[in-house]
């Protein structure tokens, strides 16, 4: 695992512990809808991308969500956005 | 001159709380709004907020006790001032705390006033009589021990539980006339662990919402609206916006039943004593369910006159503690009505159960895209349904219509954005 994606995979764990906090990232299928996965709401999605903000310093736009709706799909989606891409 | 402040009702049907810890200790000031305390309910760990400036003079009710509603947890100083200003509070007797009359904010009169304890027997005692826990005189009675006769450990001298058993020989469990023996208060607070946590939010919903079913005849209306101009204009207002301003529907929901309901003002209050009270305020309750099962609904104060933004902010907030850390007293028991939205993955429509002794209940289902003819034009449009579920004796269906369709206009035509 590259240091951003355990940066990035870090960032999402500690967002959704306040969230979510019974969930555990490694037994969630990463091509599944996370949304599902862990049952997230409206709320609990903008509270998760505000706090990837806040760790990471990247604001996904309302635009993007579609490429993050999966854990992997978010996964990739921060690490492109760390690496200076998008 | 002094008050008591007594342990709220957090809600329909609660009967008792369990102390967890005071913020607050004996000559401490403090102001209206500030958090003094938590209290363990069925509805979890609540925040206990104090509704007037004032010294604390006495703490009444050490962490671990649990304390009936509407019986006295403080006893507070005001300063100069003569007359009660707030009819929530109870003027006690200095001397006796706890034969305070139950509190008048307890919505379950019936409740509060079984717990209050019996006056005393005997002929009025020239000296002050010793100040007993709530607890401690249900305790003595059960224990057949004249609770005047106990030395009292707890503060101030106060005679608590555990020293009524003391006094009756260190047994601690005989006959009582109770069905439910009250747990011994002593040991330090341990907030129940969450299969029971999850198990008496169960009870309490269980009980409100037989309730509702048994009392509130309920009566039953829908809408649906194009939601499609606003939600457009929503997605340009928060393209450009970093995520923590960005607007929830959710807030435009909250905010168009809140308009609403100043023009309908008899869907905004309490069915009480066969009766309609008009709220003073305008606060939706916004249902949230708990992760691992559960209800609740706590109030976002005045939203008639809060933005957007601040409407967002007070979601997000609300939706958090709600689900990993705790409400205030006030968001429990202050909703005038409450809207239970279904938020972005669910189904079209929900009929909501109107939670006593409010009077209504706004439902939202899922944004749905249909085809939707509009001037004379067919095309894909977002749309929502909303319901409304009201309380037929507070109120009749034609100004319920005329509210949900006032609701559906300020939604479609979205001006606050």
Not at chain 2, 298 to 318: K, M, N
Not at chain 2, 368 to 376: F, L, Q, Y
């Amino acid at each position: 695992m590259s240091d951003t994606e355990t940066q990035v995979r870090t960032a999402i764990r500690e967002a959704l512990r306040h969230i979510a906090p019974e969930v555990e990232l490694d037994q969630v299928d990463p091509t599944a809808d996370l949304r599902d996965e862990i049952d997230l709401d409206s709320v609990d999605a903008m509270n998760l991308l505000v706090r990837l903000h806040e760790s990471l310093g990247v604001e996904i736009p309302e635009s993007d969500y579609s490429r993050i709706a999966t854990l992997d799909g978010m996964v990739t989606y921060l690490e492109g956005r760390l690496a200076g891409e998008g | 001159m002094s008050r008591t402040y007594d342990m709220p009702a957090l809600g329909a049907g609660m009967e008792s709380g369990i102390v967890v810890e005071w913020h607050v200790e004996p000559g401490q000031a403090v102001k209206r709004g500030d958090v003094i305390g938590i209290v363990d309910t069925e509805k979890g760990a609540i925040d206990i907020e104090i509704w007037d400036d004032a010294e604390i003079a006495e703490i009444l009710a050490p962490p671990g006790t649990e304390v009936p509603v509407g019986e006295p947890l403080l006893r507070l100083k005001v300063a100069g001032e003569d007359v009660d200003l707030d009819p929530r509070e109870d003027e006690a007797p200095e001397v006796e705390p706890q034969e305070a009359p139950a509190s008048q904010e307890a919505p379950a009169p019936e409740v509060a006033a079984a717990d209050v304890v019996a006056p005393p027997q005997a002929p009025p005692s020239p000296a002050p009589r010793r100040r007993v826990s709530p607890l401690a005189r249900r305790r003595a009675e059960a224990l057949g021990v004249d609770p005047e006769r106990v030395e009292g450990t707890g503060p101030g001298g106060a005679v608590t539980a555990a020293d009524v058993e003391a006094a009756a020989g260190g047994d601690p469990s005989p006959p009582s006339p109770e069905p439910t023996p009250e747990p011994d208060p002593a040991p330090a607070p341990d907030p129940s662990p969450e299969p029971d946590r999850q198990a008496a939010m169960r009870r309490a919903i269980a009980a409100a919402m037989t309730r509702s079913k048994r009392e509130i005849p309920h009566y039953y209306l829908s809408h649906t609206l194009s939601m499609e101009s606003t939600l457009r204009r929503l997605e340009e207002v928060n393209r450009d916006r970093p995520p923590a301003e960005r607007i929830l529907v959710a807030a435009l929901y909250i905010k168009a039943v809140a308009q609403g309901l100043e023009a309908f003002p008899e869907l905004n209050g309490f069915w009480e004593d066969d009766a309609f009270r008009q709220a003073d305020g305008i606060h939706p309750g916004l249902a949230i369910s708990l992760r691992g099962g559960g209800l609740v609904a706590p109030a976002l104060h005045d939203a008639p006159s809060r933005s957007l933004e601040e409407l967002t902010s007070g979601i997000r907030d609300v939706v958090q503690r709600a689900r990993a850390g705790r409400l205030r007293g006030s968001e429990v028991t202050d909703p005038t009505i409450t809207v239970t939205s279904l938020g972005d993955r669910g189904v079209d429509t929900v009929f909501g159960v109107i939670h006593p002794p409010q009077v209504a209940i706004v439902g939202i289902g899922t944004v749905v895209e249909r085809p939707w003819a509009e001037g004379g034009m067919v095309g894909s449009h977002r749309t929502v349904t909303l319901t409304l579920s009201a309380d037929h004796r507070a109120g009749d269906g034609h100004r319920g219509s005329l509210f949900l369709a006032r609701v559906a206009h300020l939604l479609h035509t979205g001006d606050e954005l």
